[in-house]
């Protein structure tokens, strides 16, 4: 008998077209067993629940959720995974379409690679649907793994937007209870993958990947994120400081910290854990120093090696150039964040 897929899945208020059409596409899965758990987080739309509803009746591989008061993503997908008790658990956002193979492919690559978790490719899509980019990961410049990835990219770096993710439940289980630190549910998964059995990355569109107005980030591109905090917060040196600030603190920095917050529980169970604590403490250390000197440069912080050593990888395209112009050139980066 197939084993059961858990598929996990947090609404909000959910554009009812957006929210009907990834129901149905994880419903239509050709592979079969499932489990779609969904979370609503106390939607004040009422046709959200009523379509809720409708579906839970229609389907009994549907367990339905509502939370009383608002308590975020985050905590949302910390929920669905202590309801989880299958084999294998998917993240899913609330507003995408996934393909029809997207789980049978996922789970069958999962196996063949022995790996503790695998991502795919997603085709950009708008508010219609209709395709704005046919890669995400390469109109992202994401990095793209091959196996039993133990290098510490996935420590220092954000790998695989949730949606696109296929674990196994032993990641599901290291990455219980969420601390404080807990900034991205899937950085996380990722990061316990790469220390057990490792990450694959399936280097194809299985999902369409929604970006709209409604996103909170989402795919869109430096230029969309630029342009609406320039709105928000002006174009001057002291507002480009801020954003340099938050942007190294709130990505880069917050999910370096939230592993290195979950090395202590991932060492107990994982064989040699002496030997990994000596191997990798000493790196993962040295990264966050890197954030922590790279965050409080006014000037420019000169230590470019480290850029190259802890956060690039294949295909990173231009994105290397914005980056090392962000981190180490604050006073050359705000010319183009002025002109941008």
């Given amino acids: 008998m197939e084993e059961t897929v858990d598929v996990l899945l947090t609404t909000y208020n959910t554009k009812p077209e957006y929210l009907k059409q ?44 509502f939370q009383e008061k608002n308590i975020g993503c985050t905590k ?56 704005l980019h046919e890669s995400y990961l390469r109109y992202k410049n994401m990095p793209i793994l091959n196996g039993k990835y133990k290098e510490i990219l996935p420590f220092s770096r954000h790998i695989a937007i949730g ?17 404080e630190k807990t900034y991205a549910h899937d950085w996380h998964s ?18 369409g990947y929604r970006i709209h107005e409604g ?28 954003y340099r600030y938050r942007a190294i603190t709130e990505i880069y920095m917050a999910g370096s910290l939230m592993c290195k917050d979950f090395s202590l529980n991932l060492y107990s169970h994982i064989d040699k854990a002496e030997e990994w604590k000596k191997e990798n403490l000493k ?13 409080n440069a006014k000037v420019g912080y000169f230590a470019i090696h480290k850029y190259f050593k802890y956060l690039t990888f294949k295909g990173i395209g231009r994105r290397k150039y914005k980056e090392i112009m962000m981190l180490h050139f604050p006073l050359a980066s705000y010319l183009v964040f002025k002109i941008s």
Wanted: aromatic share 12%; charged share 30%; net charge negative.
């Fill in 22 to 65: 990834q129901i149905e596409s994880i419903l239509n899965q050709t592979y079969k067993n499932i489990k779609l758990i969904i979370s609503d987080d106390c939607s004040s739309e009422n046709e959200v629940r009523e379509i809720l509803n409708q579906y839970a009746q229609k389907d009994n591989r549907i367990e339905l959720h």
């Fill in 76 to 131: 949302g997908f910390e929920f669905l995974l202590n309801k989880s008790t299958s084999e294998y658990v998917a993240f899913s956002d609330h507003d995408d379409i996934w393909y029809e193979n997207k789980i049978e492919e996922s789970l069958k690559v999962l196996k063949e690679k022995d790996v503790s978790l695998v991502y795919c490719d997603a085709r950009q899509i708008d508010g219609q649907g209709q395709v």
């Fill in 163 to 179: 949606c696109s993710q296929l674990f196994t439940r032993e990641v599901k289980d290291l990455m219980l209870p969420f601390t």
């Fill in 190 to 207: 990722v990061y316990i993958a790469s220390k057990l059995k490792g990450v694959y990355c399936i280097d194809k569109p299985l999902f």
């Fill in 215 to 242: 996103n909170i980030f989402g795919g869109r591109s430096f230029k969309q994120n630029i342009k609406l905090w320039k709105e928000k917060e002006g174009s001057s040196f002291k507002s480009y400081l801020k």
């Fill in 283 to 295: 790196q993962e250390d040295a990264v966050i120093k890197y954030y922590q000197k790279a965050q």
